[in-house]
């Protein structure tokens, strides 16, 4: 295999492997969070992130409670609703990955786009579109738009935690991607409290399992 193409197919691997378990680039032991990397190179980058996609095998649990408020989920835009598992492709970013040792903390960092798709929550004529993903792999957070009735209401919202400790081992596919499944994806405190005023309910607590996510790079 060529040097550009096996470091590009390195870098690949790194990097998905670092999307899920970014969950480990927090709770770092530096006194402010971050360090400068000026003087650390990293181990992987890629500058323009783009395809395939972030997918999430809904929780029964999570479907369940929601039947239960009378909530309907749909996936919105450019996103796919095969049975419980929902799609989001990818569709930019950057992602650089220092070794796990070094001083750099979070020794991940960048972000993983996913623009004009997303999930919509309806209740009678109330509907809650989570939008325009950014999966943040050094924080461990999934932000996104929120919009009430087709009206914006919060921008760069913190929506999901991201909790890699559930993680799979990395897989490498025939067609020359790599999937990496296992991290479970929960509703931040602030997501519940908004979408508990929103359709007036206090039932959605932070903590709660939406699914476990599938992050697929080629």
Request: proline share 5%; net charge negative.
């Amino acid at each position: 295999m060529p040097t550009s193409m096996f470091t590009r197919v390195g870098a690949m691997l790194l990097t998905i492997a670092a999307l899920a378990v970014g969950v480990a680039a927090c709770g770092d032991d530096s006194s402010d969070g971050s360090t400068s990397t000026d003087d650390v190179k990293p181990v992987a980058e890629i500058a323009d992130l783009s395809g395939v996609d972030t997918s999430v095998a809904l929780d029964q649990g999570f479907l369940d409670a929601l039947e239960q408020l009378k909530v309907t989920p749909a996936p919105a835009g450019d996103a796919t609703l095969k049975g419980t598992d929902i799609s989001f492709p990818i569709t930019g970013g950057n992602v650089t990955y220092y070794d796990p040792s070094s001083p750099v903390r979070p020794y991940v960092q960048g972000t993983i786009d996913h623009d004009g798709s997303g999930l919509t929550l309806t209740a009678g004529k109330t509907e809650v579109e989570l939008s325009d993903f950014v999966i943040d792999p050094g924080e461990s957070t999934l932000s996104g738009t929120v919009s009430v009735n087709g009206k914006e209401a919060a921008n760069d919202a913190l929506l999901f935690d991201l909790d890699g400790t559930t993680l799979e081992p990395l897989k490498t596919n025939s067609d020359g991607s790599a999937t990496l499944t296992g991290t479970t994806v929960k509703l931040a405190d602030s997501a519940a409290d908004l979408l508990n005023e929103t359709f007036g309910i206090k039932d959605l607590q932070g903590g709660l399992v939406i699914g476990v996510s599938t992050i697929t790079v080629k």
